[in-house]
DNA sequence: TTATCACTTAGAGTCTAGTCTAAGTCAATA
DNA sequence: TATTGACTTAGACTAGACTCTAAGTGATAA
């Protein structure tokens, strides 16, 4: 799969796909013999995973460490499941806060379809 | 109320306060003879909105643009509403983006408890 | 054969949201 | 009185994550 290809499905740009290859998040990514890249299916899953990570706000920095570790083999299995259940407690704590946000935000907004504001802001 | 025990009460930097000053988001606060802030309580409750929204990720420029119109008056009523409305359908689109990367964490995390994991990454 | 187009690289530039620095003022304390 | 410490300013710097540019290569269309 060429570089445009995997940047339409994921809907992303070539840009990035070179940068997170650049800083080793995903590949080396084969090349064929005039040095076009050809993403393979392992490529392609890895994309995906960083993608849905990135979109939940994991640092590149975080999954960077990820998947080194996942690269130096199967002696690193606990330490990558610590770093993934730190993540998850960092993104629970996230959503809570996001939550919270929004529901002052809804309640903002019923002031004003209530005409009752009378506040600050 | 100083720069100082507001940065305290709100567990954040005076530099980011100024900052924020600066950008208009809060202020122009009062100052004493002496040239230093004075902070109101119309001041911190502008400040804890803002806070509380940033941590929703609701970007300074879309929150500059809300301060902008409330100062502008009750004309911009029917506007801002609809900017807060446009802010927290964008906000639930995040959560939901990040309950639905939250759950495929938990799910890989799962895979290395239970020692099945036999994937990529 | 020449031009076009998609790809390649290294490296510079951009944006957001702060964060830090340098130089200066003022009030209070040793 | 001297110095300490908190505050002030303008403006430079930083981190993170891209995004763009310039210069070049190679395959295909006119």
Redesign the interface.
């Known amino acids: 799969m060429t570089i445009k290809e995997v940047a339409e499905k994921f809907d992303m740009t070539n840009d990035t796909l070179r940068y997170y290859e650049k800083v080793g998040l995903v590949g080396p990514v084969k090349k064929n013999s005039s040095g076009i890249r050809d993403y393979s299916e392992?490529d392609l899953?890895?994309i995906e995973?960083i993608k849905?990570?990135r979109?939940?706000?994991?640092s590149i920095e975080v999954l960077k460490k990820?998947?080194d570790l996942?690269d130096e083999g199967e002696n690193t299995?606990l330490e990558?499941?610590q770093l993934?259940?730190e993540?998850?407690k960092k993104?629970?704590e996230?959503?809570k806060?996001?939550?919270?946000?929004?529901e002052?935000?809804?309640f903002?907004?019923e002031l004003?379809?209530t005409d009752k504001?009378d506040?600050?802001?």
């Open positions: 392992e899953k890895r995973f849905c990570m979109s939940a706000g994991i990820y998947v996942y299995k990558r499941q993934l259940e993540e998850q993104l629970e996230k959503i806060t996001m939550t919270d946000a929004l002052k935000l809804k903002k907004i004003y379809k504001l506040e600050y802001l």
